[in-house]
C-alpha cells in the first residue's frame, strides 16, 4: 500500500495486509479524517465514568474488592456499542472518500511538460559571448548537432532540470507528455528527455508557450525567464545577454555588442531561385531587388537559396483556373497534384486553395505554385488591383524566405535572469473507473450499514426512568 | 445467582409465626397434617373418632404487636424501592393485626417516629403515617433496636435489608414469650447485580463508593458472600426460633406477609 505506514500494517492479518498492499488513493490527503473518529473513541474511552449505583450491600463488595486488590481509580467503562459501530461508519465513509483502488488500474497521473521553443531557447547557457563566436544553435535539428556538439543550450539546461525534479515526484504509473509549439505532443511513460529532433528548432520559428492559460497543476514550463505561475512549475534555465547576429540588411550584416552597440559587417547577398514563369515569378523579382537578394534561375548550385519558388502545373491534362486572393485574379492553368515539394517531416501551409486543390503551398525557404500561365496575353498580368497582386506575393515571400543564419532578434538576446525551478503543484490523481472503484461503493454501503447499526442498537439500550420510592 | 435467588423469597427459621395456633382463645379443630408437632394433637378425639384433629387456639385479644421499619436511606434501593415493598408489607400487617384484635406499635427508623395504632385509631393512621416515610438519613434496624422500647409487644416484626444489623442486636429485644420475625427485603441488583465493566457502588447511608468491574467472576464471588450473610441470619433465626424470610423488592407484598404469618 503505498499510503499506510508500516506501523499500520504490522498489525494487520495476513490476507487484509495482502489487498492493502495493491491499494492506492486517489486523495490521500482524506485518509488524515481518519483522525477523527480515533479521537472520537479515545474521548470517549477518556471522559467515560462507570455507571453509578446506589446499593445497600456495599460492604459486600468491598470486601470483595479487598480481595482483588484492584486499582479501582482506573476502572473505565467500555466505550458503548454504538459508538463502536458510528465510529467503524465514519473510517469506512472516509476510506471511501478518499478512493481506494487497485494500484494496477491506476491509470496514473498525466505530467505536461510545454517546452518554449522560442529562439533564445537554444542561445548557449553562458552569459555574454563575445561577438563572432557561434551562439545561435542553427535553423535546423540536424545544423544544431553538427555546428556545436557537447554545448548546452538553454533549452537543454532547463529540461535537464525539470527531469531531474521530476524524477523525485514520479509514481510507477505516471506519464509524460510533451508539448510544444509547430510539434506534435510527445507521450512517454518515463521521464526523459525527447530525442533532439523534437526539442532541437523547427523549420518555423515559435513562440514562446501561454505561460497564463496553461497555469495549471501537473504542468511544468521549461523555458528561459522566470514567470509568475500559480500552479504550474517553472524551470527556466535563466542567462545572460548574448552578443551576435540580429540580422541583415541588403548587404549589411547587423551583429550586437552589447548594450546599445551595433556593428554592420558588408556581406554577400543572399541567393533566391525561381522554376517557371509568369506574374508571380515576375513579382519574385522585383522582391528580390528590393531585399538585397541575388535573383537566379538555376535550380542547382552550390549554395542553398534562401527562398526557391516552384512553379508548375502538375500532370496533364490542364484545365483553366480562375484564382483570386486578397483583391487580385488570376487565369491559370492546374493540372493533377504533382508530388509534395516540401519535406514530410516539415510542416506545410496552404496560402491558396480551391476546392480540394492546394494552389500554393509554403514552408520556411520554399514556395510551391501548383499552376502554370496561359501562353499568350490571357496570363500577361493578373485581373484586379496589380499592386494588391505584388503586396500579397512580396508578404508570402517575406515570410518564407529563410533568416539569415545564426540571427536572433535582438529580444532574444538580452538577458534571461536568474535560473528557477519549481515543480509546482502536482497533477491529481485521476479516478479509477469500473471494476478500480468497487471498494469505494463497498466502502459507502459498509459505512450505510454501520451508521444503521448504530442507530438501532442506540434506541435499544436506551433504559427506563426508574422509580426509586422512597 | 441461583443460590442468591433460591435464599431470598423463602421463609426461614422455625418461629411461631402463625396467628392461629400458640394462643389462649380455643377457636375450633382442623385436620392433623403430616410433620406437625404431637403436642397439638387433641389425644382424646383422636381416642374417639380414631382421627388426628389438632385444636385451633386464638391469640390474645389484647397482645401487642411491634412493626419496626428501617427508613434509612439503602432502602430506597431498587425499583420498586425496597422502603416501598417494606412500607406495603407492614401496612398488611397493620391490617392484620387490627382484625385480630391486637394492638400496633409502628417504629420507623430514621427518626425514631413511633405510631400507635388499635381498633380505634386503626388502618387510615398507619396508611398516613407510613405515607409519610422517606428512605433517608443513616439510622437504620441497629440504630432503632438500641433506642426502641418494646415493652409489652409479644410480636416484633424487623423489616429491613438488616445489612446494617448486628445479630448480637437482637438479645436487646430478645424476651419470654416474645415472637420476633424478621422480613429482609433486598433490591434486584442486590440479589442479582448486572455486569458492567465498571460500575461506582455507592452507599446512600455512608456515600462510601467503590469502583468494581463486574463480570462473571465477580458476580459469582458477590453471590458466595451474598449466600453467607443470609446463611448467617438464616441460621441465627433458626437457633433463637424466629420467623424470618428474604424476598426481592419486586416480590407481592401479600406473599411475603402470608409466607411469613402462615402456620409453621
Given amino acids: ?470 | 445467582m441461583g443460590r442468591s435467588r433460591g435464599a431470598a423469597e423463602r421463609r426461614e427459621g422455625r418461629g411461631h409465626s402463625a396467628l392461629y395456633g400458640a394462643g389462649e382463645e380455643f377457636v375450633g379443630y382442623r385436620p392433623y397434617r403430616a410433620g406437625e408437632s404431637l403436642s397439638a394433637l387433641d389425644w382424646n378425639l383422636l381416642a374417639r373418632l380414631d382421627q388426628p384433629f389438632v385444636r385451633v387456639a386464638k391469640r390474645e385479644a389484647s397482645e401487642r404487636w411491634a412493626v419496626l421499619l428501617d427508613t434509612s436511606a439503602s432502602m430506597g434501593v431498587g425499583v420498586p424501592g425496597k422502603l416501598q415493598r417494606a412500607a406495603e408489607v407492614a401496612a398488611a400487617l397493620c391490617a392484620v393485626g387490627l382484625r385480630g384484635g391486637s394492638t400496633i406499635t409502628l417504629w420507623s427508623s430514621s427518626d425514631t417516629d413511633r405510631l400507635d395504632i388499635d381498633r380505634g385509631r386503626g388502618m387510615a393512621a398507619a396508611m398516613h403515617w407510613l405515607e409519610s416515610k422517606r428512605a433517608e438519613g443513616d439510622a437504620g434496624l441497629e440504630a432503632l433496636l438500641a433506642t426502641v422500647r418494646l415493652a409489652g409487644s409479644g410480636r416484633v416484626f424487623l423489616v429491613g435489608d438488616f445489612f446494617d444489623l448486628d445479630p448480637a442486636s437482637i438479645a436487646r429485644i430478645q424476651r419470654r414469650g416474645r415472637e420476633l420475625n424478621f422480613l429482609r427485603i433486598l433490591a434486584e441488583e442486590e440479589l442479582v447485580p448486572p455486569r458492567s465493566e465498571a460500575i461506582e457502588w455507592v452507599d446512600p447511608e455512608s456515600d462510601e463508593r467503590r469502583r468494581m468491574r463486574v463480570d462473571k467472576t465477580a458476580q459469582s464471588d458477590y453471590e458466595l458472600e451474598l449466600s453467607h450473610n443470609l446463611e448467617a441470619w438464616r441460621s441465627f433465626a433458626a437457633r433463637h426460633r424466629i420467623a424470618s424470610g428474604c424476598f426481592g423488592s419486586t416480590s407481592a407484598f401479600e406473599d411475603i406477609v402470608s409466607s411469613i404469618l402462615a402456620p409453621a
Fill in chain 1, 1 to 470: 500500500m503505498s499510503v499506510l505506514g508500516a506501523s499500520g500494517v504490522a498489525l494487520l492479518p495476513g490476507h487484509a495486509l495482502a489487498v492493502l498492499d495493491g491499494l492506492a488513493f486517489v486523495r490521500p490527503p482524506a485518509l488524515f479524517a481518519l483522525a477523527i473518529p480515533l479521537l472520537l473513541l479515545a474521548l470517549a474511552k477518556l471522559l467515560a465514568r462507570p455507571e453509578r449505583r446506589a446499593t445497600g450491600s456495599l460492604r459486600l463488595w468491598m470486601r470483595l474488592a479487598a480481595h482483588e486488590g484492584e486499582a479501582a481509580s482506573a476502572l473505565r467503562p467500555g466505550i458503548p456499542l454504538p459508538l463502536w459501530l458510528l465510529s467503524g461508519s465514519f473510517a469506512a465513509a472516509i476510506l471511501a472518500l478518499a478512493g481506494p483502488h487497485d494500484e494496477e488500474s491506476s491509470t496514473g497521473r498525466l505530467w505536461r511538460i510545454i517546452v518554449d521553443r522560442s529562439p533564445s531557447m537554444y542561445l548557449r547557457q553562458e552569459p555574454a559571448l563575445p561577438i563572432g563566436e557561434l551562439a545561435f544553435m542553427g535553423a535546423r535539428s540536424e545544423e544544431l548537432q553538427r555546428s556545436v556538439p557537447g554545448v548546452a543550450v538553454r533549452l537543454e539546461v532547463a529540461l535537464d532540470a525539470a527531469l531531474s525534479e521530476l524524477a523525485k515526484s514520479w509514481k510507477p504509473n505516471d506519464r509524460l507528455r510533451y508539448e510544444s509549439e509547430n510539434r506534435e505532443s510527445l507521450d512517454l511513460t518515463q521521464p526523459v528527455a525527447p530525442r533532439p529532433a523534437w526539442w532541437g528548432p523547427g523549420a518555423f520559428e515559435s513562440a514562446e508557450p501561454d505561460f497564463v492559460s496553461d497555469d495549471a497543476r501537473g504542468t511544468l514550463f521549461v523555458t528561459d525567464r522566470a514567470q509568475p505561475l500559480e500552479h504550474a512549475g517553472l524551470f527556466a534555465s535563466g542567462g545572460g545577454e548574448v552578443y551576435g547576429l540580429l540580422g541583415r540588411r541588403k548587404s549589411l550584416r547587423l551583429e550586437w555588442a552589447g548594450g546599445s552597440a551595433f556593428e554592420e559587417q558588408p556581406a554577400s547577398p543572399r541567393l533566391v531561385s525561381c522554376v517557371g514563369n509568369g506574374a508571380v515569378a515576375e513579382v519574385l523579382e522585383h522582391w528580390c531587388l528590393t531585399r538585397g537578394f541575388s535573383f537566379t534561375r538555376a535550380t542547382d548550385g552550390g549554395e542553398e537559396p534562401a527562398l526557391r519558388l516552384d512553379l508548375a502545373a502538375g500532370e496533364p491534362p490542364l484545365e483553366p483556373l480562375s484564382v483570386e486572393r486578397d483583391g487580385w485574379r488570376l487565369e491559370v492553368r492546374v493540372g493533377l497534384p504533382v508530388e509534395q515539394v516540401a519535406s514530410p517531416r516539415e510542416p506545410r501551409e496552404i496560402w491558396l486553395q480551391q476546392g480540394t486543390r492546394e494552389l500554393v503551398v509554403w514552408s520556411p525557404g520554399r514556395i510551391e505554385v501548383n499552376w502554370t500561365a496561359f501562353d499568350g496575353e490571357r496570363s500577361a498580368s493578373p485581373g484586379g488591383d496589380p499592386a494588391a497582386f505584388a503586396v500579397s506575393w512580396s508578404r508570402l515571400f517575406d515570410r518564407a524566405v529563410l533568416p539569415e543564419p545564426g540571427a536572433v532578434s535582438l529580444a532574444e538576446r538580452q538577458s534571461a535572469g536568474d535560473p528557477r525551478a519549481a515543480l509546482g503543484e502536482p497533477p491529481i490523481e485521476p479516478a479509477p473507473t469500473g471494476e478500480a472503484s468497487r471498494y469505494e461503493a463497498w466502502l459507502a454501503w459498509l459505512a450505510a450499514a454501520l451508521a444503521a447499526a448504530a442507530a438501532w442498537s442506540l434506541s435499544g439500550s436506551t433504559t427506563p426512568a426508574r422509580d426509586r420510592r422512597a
